[in-house]
């Protein structure tokens, strides 16, 4: 994902997720994710989530937006996203396929 090429608002996404609401991490949980990490280059975005075998990105992530505080948040962090406060998961990020895992 892109973020604001705004320094500040750079800044800011960064400094929000060092504090992020404990039902937000407590919904993950519920839908199977086990830890999710972000790294920034600039204004992009980069995010690793490890879940439980049987994730399904869209039906969980759907599932995790009616969860609650996870709607609020989103509409939160989108104001440094460059996107509207009710875009999906799946509107702000775009999933990769693997190609290399050391572990596997």
Aim: glycine share 2%; with cysteine; charged share 25%.
């Amino acid at each position: 994902m892109t973020i604001s090429r705004n320094p500040d608002l750079v800044r800011q996404y960064i400094e929000v997720h060092s504090h992020v609401w404990p039902e937000v991490i407590e919904g993950q949980h519920q839908v199977g994710i086990l830890s999710m990490q972000i790294y920034a280059r600039e204004n992009v975005l980069f995010m690793i989530v490890d879940t439980v075998d049987d994730f399904d990105w869209e039906r969980d992530m759907a599932r995790l937006a009616t969860l609650p505080r996870q709607s609020e948040w989103e509409a939160y962090v989108s104001q440094f996203q460059g996107c509207e406060a009710n875009a999906t998961s799946a509107e702000k990020w775009q999933l990769l396929t693997p190609i290399f895992d050391s572990e596997r």
